[in-house]
């Protein structure tokens, strides 16, 4: 008991140490200073001051200095004798009684002849694969030497040069078939468009 007693006192100064320790190991003084950041210095420009606007004088231009006249002649031109008495007289022709108001009467007979043949564009396609062929076609031709009416009646390959054909067709000019000196229309007249590579 006496022991028990003695020990108290000890374990009261004990305690009361860590107490004391640990109240030093956690003062502020330990702690990590806080650094503050420096405040930015903030420059406001100011713009320039106007410049004083500058006046030219006007430059006057002088009108240019007319040339000297040029002298004149004093001498008075001699005019030569005329002959007032000719008098024109045309020359007749005589065409006797085959004179005509129509400009192709006379002319033979001709069928339509091809004036202007446009070729037909290669299409892209067939030109990258190297597919060649043809196609045959019917046409009219108008008494002012167009085409008209193109249609396909065949082709090899199929559905390939068809529009190519047909295009390059309708922009082909003939000279009109005469039939007594009038130039008339020609119907299902027939055409054949190659595609080859080398051509």
Known sequence: ???TIVLMPLA?????????????????DQLTPIVEEPVPVIE????????EVETKPKTVLQPPVPPTPMPRSKVMPTQAGMDTGFVYQPATLD?????STGIFDGAPDTDARPIVQIPPKYPMAALSSGTEGWVLLAFDINP???VENVKVLEANPKRI???????????????????DGTAVAQKNLTVQLDFNMET
């Open 95 to 99: 065409l006797g009684n085959s004179v």
């Open 12 to 28: 009261g100064m004990i305690t009361f140490g860590l107490f004391a320790f640990m109240a030093f190991l956690i003062r502020n």
């Open 44 to 51: 406001v420009a100011q713009t320039p001051e106007d410049s």
């Open 144 to 146: 002012l030497g167009g």
């Open 1 to 3: 008991m006496k022991r």
């Open 161 to 179: 040069f068809n529009q190519a054909a047909k295009q390059a067709l309708r922009k082909w000019k003939y000279r009109a078939k005469l039939v």
